[in-house]
């Protein structure tokens, strides 16, 4: 499948234990120094859905949002517009977004020692219900891509690839999952560059 549209999402380890409300301040100062490489739009506030995108940093490129989907906490990224010719170019490039994002919210010093995500682990959602439908099918026609883009990221490591069994109205959506843990900023320096090999 050649989608263009993917969410991915990497989580809070156990050890978190942050006020959220920093995030609003770190976001500001990010949009006022262009900490990013997107072009940084404006911040959204949804603490107040239950289980839902809590606080939000918009950029042209990317949607950022520090998300409590399902109970679980998170960060959740949302790909809109970018580069890529390939599905797996193209989720590619997301998962280096998110990864710089989150290893440069892990470092800021008002965040540090209080909120890590883990590496070995995120979600990856087919943002295109109507060229990937939920069904065993779809994920199937969609698992070599993650599959190949997973060997890149956790090399030397067992990684297993389900599909959530979540709603069938909901987005398809992949666990990938790596035998080991992984810190965010071992994943950073693997995903700088596209790592070719012709890809899928």
């Known amino acids: 499948m050649n989608l263009e549209r993917f969410c991915v999402k990497f989580f ?18 990010w949009i006022r120094l262009q900490k990013l490489d997107n072009v940084l739009i404006d911040i959204a506030d949804y603490r107040h859905v ?5 606080i939000m940093l918009l950029s042209h490129e990317v949607n950022y949002a520090l998300d409590y989907a ?18 797996s170019e193209r ?9 710089t994002f989150g290893q440069l919210l ?24 109507l060229h990937a439908p939920n ?3 779809a994920f199937e026609a969609w698992k ?11 090399p030397n490591q067992e990684v297993s690839i389900t599909r959530l069994e979540n709603d069938p109205r909901a ?26 090999f012709g890809g899928l």
Not at 107 to 129: C, Y
């Open 12 to 29: 809070a380890r156990p050890s978190t234990n942050i006020d959220d409300t920093i995030f609003i301040e770190v976001f500001q100062e």
């Open 91 to 99: 989720l590619w490039e997301l998962l280096r977004s998110v990864v």
């Open 171 to 196: 987005r398809l959506t992949a666990v990938i999952n790596a035998n080991r843990s992984v810190a965010l900023r071992t994943l950073a320096n693997r995903v700088k560059t596209w790592p070719g």
């Open 70 to 87: 399902e109970g679980q906490f998170g960060l959740f990224a949302q790909r809109k517009v970018g580069s890529g010719d390939t599905a």
């Open 106 to 129: 892990e470092t800021d010093p008002r965040v540090a020692g209080k909120f890590s995500l883990e590496g070995g682990r995120f979600q990856a959602m087919a943002n295109d219900r």
């Open 50 to 54: 239950p289980q839902g995108p809590g």
């Open 135 to 137: 069904t065993a099918e």
């Open 144 to 154: 070599a891509e993650l599959a190949w883009v997973a060997s890149k990221l956790y």
